[in-house]
Every structure is written in structure tokens, then in C-alpha cells.
């Protein structure tokens, strides 16, 4: 990935305060550090932390945790709900595709709905076994092509061709597929396990958590700040129309299941 690239999407992560998604999803890291069955003493690195969801959980059970983002600022939020836990954690500006870290690095590496969106899964992929040590495992949460891929199908049809224009190769939803992360490892981890799951977004209404998600998820608010206003307005109307689509409330509420793959491997 070029610097400029890589800057460009660091100020895209940077630009939102993705807290409050983040802490709408702590049960998704609870459950994966209890699948990944991390230890206290160990080494834990949190890939694509964002505000440190999983590097907090991890911290819960006992790890040494080290969180790792892009956006420096990211980390900055994640020390502050980390301090208000009295929990304590290590930090470390990093982009996934290039870890900062020497072979066999850590006992455990961690990432929940954050490696799914580097450009180059292959790299990524290889990145998150390199940093662990044999014998180590790894757990990783990812969206599927259920709701997620319906947003993204959502942008991908419908957006003006500049605005949709993003590099080619498998889109974030890829790692969501059990069959795509087992060639994505291949012989290279043991003890394959993956575990379909969902989780619920909850608002007061569709249209609610398309704007929820407009203020707060970075992806969708810088497509939506390079649209014109009446596009903007039509993105939010397409965007409530998905989550209508999966909600399972019949009081006039939001209630719809996302479902993502837990996967967890033991390094080979």
C-alpha cells in the first residue's frame, strides 16, 4: 500500500469517533476472547483495534495486551475507556498489513471486525501468523454477506462511479466466508474452528441507525461527505431500507441480526 493511500485512509478512520458503534459490540470480543480461551500473562496482540474493544476484553482475563491501529487517535480513545477500567494496555501505531513486531511476537492475535478491512487480505493474513508464535492462536471476527454485504451491495450499485471507486480485489465480507478463510490460511494454522454468529443493532428506528451509522462509522461518512445533498439523502433513505429489511421488531423499533464468522486456529 503506498504512503498516500495509506494516509488517505488513516485520515478516513481518524476523522470519526467510532466509539459509540464500538461499544454497541463488546459482547462480540467477550465471546471471542473466551473462544480464543486467552490466558492471564499472556501476549496479546489486538489487530486494527479501534477503540479497543478486544485488547480491553482481553485485558479482563489477564493478557499483556498490546492494541495496534492505523489511526493514532483510535488508540487515544481506546487508553481513555481503557483508564476508566483501571485495565492497562499497550499501544502501538500499526497498519495491519505491515506489523511492527518481530516473528512469534505473541502468544495470542486478535482482531474483531478490523483486519477484514485491509486492501490485501493475502498480506494481512500473513501478517497476523507471523507476529504468533507456533503454537499460539489467533481469533478473528469479520462480517458476513448478510446485512453487512447488503449495505455494501447497497453503496456498491447505486453510488456515482467516483464516489463507489475503491481498489479491486475481495471485498471486507470475504473474510466472513468459513470456506474463503480456510484457503486464506491453508496448512499454514491447526485446529481450524469456525463459528457462524450474530449480532443485533438496535435503534429507535431504521431510519435512526442509517444516521447513527452515517455520524459514527467511517467508511459511510466519508462516502456520504463526497456526496451532494441530494444523494446524501437518498444514501440514508437506501441505507434505513436495508435495516428495515432485516429487523425483526414489529413495534415501529429496530432489531436486526448482522451475521459474522468467529474464527479461531491455532498457529501452526
Same mark, same amino acid.
Request: charged residues 25%; hydrophobic residues 45%; proline residues 4%.
Given at each position: 500500500?503506498?504512503?498516500?493511500?495509506?494516509? $488517505?485512509?488513516?485520515?478516513?478512520?481518524?476523522?470519526?469517533?467510532?466509539?459509540?458503534?464500538?461499544?454497541?459490540?463488546?459482547?462480540?470480543?467477550?465471546?471471542?476472547?473466551?473462544? +480464543?480461551?486467552?490466558?492471564?500473562?499472556?501476549?496479546?496482540?489486538? +489487530?486494527?483495534?479501534?477503540?479497543?474493544?478486544?485488547?480491553?476484553?482481553?485485558? $479482563?482475563?489477564?493478557? +499483556?495486551?498490546?492494541?495496534?491501529?492505523?489511526?493514532? +487517535?483510535?488508540?487515544?480513545?481506546?487508553?481513555?475507556?481503557?483508564?476508566?477500567?483501571?485495565?492497562?494496555?499497550?499501544?502501538?501505531?500499526?497498519?495491519?498489513?505491515?506489523?511492527?513486531?518481530?516473528?512469534?511476537?505473541?502468544?495470542?492475535?486478535?482482531?474483531?471486525?478490523?483486519?477484514?478491512?485491509?486492501?490485501?487480505?493475502?498480506?494481512?493474513?500473513?501478517?497476523?501468523?507471523?507476529?504468533?508464535?507456533?503454537?499460539?492462536?489467533?481469533?478473528?471476527?469479520?462480517?458476513?454477506?448478510?446485512?453487512?454485504?447488503?449495505?455494501?451491495?447497497?453503496?456498491?450499485?447505486?453510488?456515482?462511479?467516483?464516489?463507489?471507486?475503491?481498489?479491486?480485489?475481495?471485498?471486507?465480507?470475504?473474510?466472513?466466508?468459513?470456506?474463503?478463510?480456510?484457503?486464506?490460511?491453508?496448512?499454514?494454522? $491447526?485446529?481450524?474452528?469456525?463459528?457462524?454468529?450474530?449480532?443485533?443493532?438496535?435503534?429507535?428506528?431504521?431510519?435512526?441507525?442509517?444516521?447513527?451509522?452515517?455520524?459514527?462509522?467511517?467508511?459511510?461518512?466519508?462516502?456520504?461527505?463526497?456526496?451532494?445533498?441530494?444523494?446524501?439523502?437518498?444514501?440514508?433513505?437506501?441505507?434505513?431500507?436495508?435495516?428495515?429489511?432485516?429487523?425483526?421488531?414489529?413495534?415501529?423499533?429496530?432489531?436486526? $441480526?448482522?451475521?459474522?464468522?468467529?474464527?479461531?486456529?491455532?498457529?501452526?
Amino acid at each position: 500500500m503506498s504512503e498516500e493511500l495509506e494516509g $488517505r485512509l488513516r485520515q478516513m478512520w481518524a476523522a470519526t469517533d467510532y466509539t459509540p458503534i464500538a461499544t454497541r459490540e463488546t459482547l462480540v470480543s467477550e465471546l471471542l476472547v473466551q473462544a +480464543v480461551d486467552v490466558h492471564a500473562g499472556e501476549r496479546v496482540l489486538d +489487530v486494527a483495534a479501534g477503540t479497543g474493544n478486544t485488547a480491553m476484553a482481553a485485558a $479482563r482475563r489477564g493478557g +499483556v495486551v498490546t492494541a495496534s491501529d492505523l489511526a493514532p +487517535v483510535n488508540l487515544e480513545r481506546a487508553a481513555r475507556r481503557a483508564e476508566a477500567e483501571g485495565l492497562e494496555l499497550r499501544y502501538e501505531v500499526a497498519d495491519a498489513q505491515k506489523l511492527p513486531f518481530e516473528d512469534d511476537s505473541f502468544d495470542v492475535v486478535l482482531s474483531s471486525f478490523g483486519v477484514m478491512y485491509a486492501l490485501d487480505h493475502e498480506r494481512a493474513a500473513a501478517e497476523l501468523l507471523r507476529v504468533c508464535r507456533p503454537g499460539g492462536r489467533f481469533g478473528i471476527v469479520s462480517w458476513g454477506q448478510g446485512l453487512f454485504g447488503a449495505l455494501q451491495r447497497t453503496f456498491a450499485a447505486n453510488l456515482p462511479s467516483a464516489a463507489r471507486a475503491r481498489p479491486t480485489g475481495p471485498v471486507p465480507a470475504s473474510w466472513g466466508d468459513e470456506q474463503y478463510c480456510r484457503e486464506l490460511f491453508g496448512d499454514r494454522v $491447526r485446529e481450524f474452528k469456525a463459528t457462524p454468529r450474530t449480532h443485533e443493532f438496535c435503534h429507535t428506528s431504521a431510519r435512526a441507525q442509517a444516521e447513527f451509522f452515517r455520524d459514527h462509522l467511517p467508511p459511510f461518512r466519508a462516502t456520504y461527505r463526497a456526496l451532494d445533498p441530494e444523494t446524501q439523502w437518498w444514501l440514508l433513505d437506501a441505507v434505513a431500507d436495508v435495516f428495515e429489511s432485516f429487523n425483526r421488531a414489529t413495534d415501529g423499533t429496530l432489531v436486526a $441480526r448482522a451475521d459474522y464468522l468467529e474464527v479461531v486456529a491455532t498457529v501452526a
